[in-house]
Structure formats: structure tokens, C-alpha cells
């Protein structure tokens, strides 16, 4: 039996978790979850302004902090590498020189998207011009291949979510790759926990009122056998809870068809699965796709939403009138908006208007930033901006997804010396 615990649930997940994990209590693995499909675009924009940068900046520093603790003891996979793994690797080693660092490459097709053939083309052509980052996802086999280095930390760019977890069975337990009901077990495992404290009562609608000790919540561990079945538990003395109920919650978390969870590794039935009392069986598996998901981000505009407080009487009247007056001016301006909102936050005594617009031109989203605060002084009485002033402009960053016959994508692994 092997001990995977999951300290990040996305970049941004509370700091002390991965520290904590390591400390109280014995683990085997730890995996780290940083990225969703916007993370990407935001690490290539970061990546363009700085070729050195593009990976969860957070992750070397951890490393550094934890270095004692992990080595040749507690094996640590993540995707923090983003949209740049080799960055991400080389700053850890610099940080924590005794760790031994691998690295799964393959995953980033921005610099190969016009050379990878004509069906997956089609599927970009119409934001081909507007792309920010395209990543393929990876499975757990080139992962596996990276632990087999004898790596501390293995560090990689689109790897799904739950293959982090299922990279550790198949590297401890053999697993080949069309051992299907296993793997789609396995799958199972890193899917209740990718999601951090999902698992443990964390976001639960069965346990949130009387959740124990909150601030100090377990993160989730598998305890997973050779066989496939695991158990999903905790470390002792943390906070959160292990229930049946709060697993459900996290088990139908993002998925469609719950007889056809596909991965790269495996498709998985769902409904197939045996749980009690926080232990898995009987999780059966298809052959894996033979198509592999690409995870595209694209420039789709500007958006600015700027707001007005009325407080007083009539609140909402007042936000009525300024929201008129808004969407007059802008008429009269002819700004070429895609879309416009309004809504209203607060009772009658004490309300907010909130008024957004999103466009393809930027000079016209950011007249528009000069229309909410003059209304202090020209709209109903009693209008503050509580000190936000003229609201930003920032870009839309769109998500699509395409398909990409898994041949096509080609994985190496790299030690870090």
C-alpha cells in the first residue's frame, strides 16, 4: 500500500497545505494540482513578457522550504511547470541544489499548431490569429517514466488532473497500459482528490455547517493497493471530515457522461464504482482514447465593469435612473459593444449598480470607463464609488477545446542536473 496525499486543488490553494501534509503524518506521495484552462493563458502571457517565467512561481520556493523534509523520503509531482517545466525545474534546482528534478516535456503545441495536420486545423481556424496557449493533456505513463529516474520532484506542464495520482500507482504497482479496470481505478483516486479539500468537507453542501475545525482541514490522501482499491482518509488531528457523502459531491465534479470519464490513460466508469465508508472497488475501465483533448486559450477582447453605490431610500430607483443615464450616453457615443449588463446588488435601503460591457475594441471599452463616476456628481442623489474610482479594462481570455490524434503528441523526460 502507498500513501498519495493532494495538497493543491489550483494555483492559489492555501500555502501551509503541502507543508502541513509532509509534516503530520506519513506520505508516500504528494501530488500538486496548480492548473485550470485559464492558468495556462495567464503563465504564456507571463512566459511572453519573460522567456524565464510561465510556471506557479510559488512551487521552487516550497520546494526549497520542504527540502529536507522530502528528499528520499516523499516523492512530489506536480504540473506547476505551466507552459514553461524546464524554467520551473531549473529554479528549483537553484533553491534546493540536493533534490534530484525530472522533467515531463510535450505537452506545448503553441509553437507546432500549423504543422499538426489538417484536422485539427479546422478546429482552430476561426481563433487561430487570437491564441494565447494550446496544451496537450498527458497522462500518467510519461509521468511514471520521470518517477523511474529516481527524481524527488517530477515537474511537468498539461498533465490531467488526476493522472498526477495514477502516475505514482503505476510507477509503484506495474501497472501496463491496458490494464484498463485498474487504471480507470487509479483515475478514480486522483479525481476525488485533484480538487484539494473537496474530498474532506471543503465546498461539501453535506458537512459545511458543522464541519470540525476548519482552519486547520485535512487535505485528502488515498491509501491505494496493487488491486486498485484504495481507501480515501486523511492525516490525524487535522480538521474536515472523511465521508461518503462529501466523496459523492466531489466524484460527479466536473464530469458529463459518468459511464465514459475520458482520460488520457483510461476512459472510466463511474458507475461502476463500490463506495463505503470512504473505501473504492470495483471501478471498471475502457481502452483509452485515441484522441487526446487540447486545452486552447485565445484573446476574445475587453470587458470593464465599473459600479455606483446609492444608499438611502429608493436605492433601487436611483440605480434605474443611473443605469438609463449609462446606457444613453453610450448610445449617443455609438461605442461598438458586443454585449452590456446591468444588475443590481443590495435591498432598497442600500444598493449597488454594477454595469459591464465587453467589445473587440479596446479605445471604445475604455471611453466607457469614464462614464460611471461622473455620476456622483450628475446622477441621483446620494451616488459613491466607495473610493473605486474609474474601473479597469482588462482582456477576455476565451476557452476552447479541440482534439489531436495522440501520435501526434511526443513526451520526453529530462533530469535537471
Avoid at 524546464?86 to 500549423?114: H, I
Avoid at 486559450?297 to 444608499?311: D, E, K, L, Q, V
Wanted: glycine share 10%; with cysteine; proline share 6%.
Amino acid at each position: 500500500m502507498i500513501r498519495i496525499g493532494n495538497a493543491q486543488g489550483f494555483w492559489g490553494d492555501w500555502l501551509e497545505a503541502p507543508v502541513r501534509m509532509v509534516e503530520q503524518g506519513p506520505l508516500d506521495y504528494l501530488t500538486l494540482d496548480y492548473l485550470a484552462e485559464v492558468t495556462m493563458s495567464i503563465l504564456q502571457k507571463q512566459r511572453k513578457e519573460d522567456p524565464a517565467l510561465g510556471y506557479a512561481r510559488d512551487f521552487p520556493p516550497l520546494m526549497a522550504r520542504l527540502a529536507a523534509e522530502i528528499a528520499g523520503r516523499v516523492k512530489v509531482i506536480a504540473n506547476a511547470g505551466g507552459v514553461n517545466p524546464l524554467a520551473c525545474a531549473r529554479e528549483v534546482k537553484r533553491l534546493a541544489p540536493g533534490l534530484k528534478v525530472a522533467v515531463v516535456l510535450g505537452d506545448d503545441l503553441m509553437d507546432r499548431l500549423d504543422d499538426l495536420g489538417d484536422e485539427f486545423s479546422e478546429q482552430i481556424a476561426a481563433i487561430r490569429p487570437q491564441i494565447l496557449s494550446a496544451n496537450a493533456y498527458i497522462g500518467a505513463f510519461p509521468v511514471a517514466e520521470a518517477l523511474a529516474t529516481g527524481a524527488d520532484v517530477v515537474i511537468g506542464g498539461r498533465i490531467a488532473d488526476a493522472a498526477l495520482a495514477l502516475a505514482a500507482m503505476v510507477h509503484e504497482f506495474g501497472w501496463a497500459e491496458d490494464d484498463w479496470d485498474r487504471l480507470a481505478s487509479g483515475i478514480v483516486g486522483g479525481h476525488i482528490i485533484e480538487c484539494g479539500t473537496q474530498a474532506t468537507g471543503g465546498n461539501c453542501s453535506a458537512a459545511w455547517e458543522t464541519l470540525p475545525d476548519p482552519a486547520n482541514i485535512g487535505y485528502p490522501i488515498l491509501e491505494a493497493e496493487p488491486d486498485g482499491t484504495f481507501r480515501v482518509t486523511k492525516h490525524s488531528g487535522t480538521g474536515g471530515v472523511i465521508c461518503d457523502a462529501c466523496i459523492k459531491e466531489q466524484l460527479v465534479y466536473e464530469i458529463q457522461d459518468p459511464r465514459q470519464y475520458f482520460t488520457p490513460d483510461v476512459i472510466a466508469n463511474f458507475t461502476t464504482i463500490t463506495l463505503k465508508d470512504a473505501h473504492v472497488s470495483g471501478v471498471k475501465g475502457q481502452p483509452r482514447p485515441q484522441k487526446l483533448k487540447v486545452s486552447i486559450s485565445y484573446h476574445a477582447g475587453w470587458r470593464s465593469i465599473g459600479t455606483i453605490t446609492f444608499p438611502g431610500p429608493q436605492a433601487r430607483r436611483r440605480c434605474e435612473i443611473a443605469e438609463a443615464t449609462v446606457r444613453e450616453r453610450i448610445a449617443q457615443l455609438r461605442l461598438p459593444f458586443d454585449a452590456m449588463h446591468a444588475e443590481y446588488l443590495g435591498d432598497d435601503q442600500l444598493m449597488q449598480l454594477r454595469f459591464g460591457v465587453r467589445g473587440k475594441d479596446r479605445k471604445a471599452v475604455d471611453r466607457f470607463t469614464r462614464e460611471m463616476i461622473p455620476l456622483v456628481l450628475s446622477g441621483p442623489p446620494g451616488g459613491t464609488g466607495y473610493g473605486e474610482g474609474r474601473p479597469a479594462v482588462r482582456e477576455i481570455v476565451a476557452y476552447a477545446p479541440a482534439y489531436l490524434d495522440r501520435d501526434q503528441v511526443k513526451t520526453r523526460v529530462e533530469v535537471v542536473a
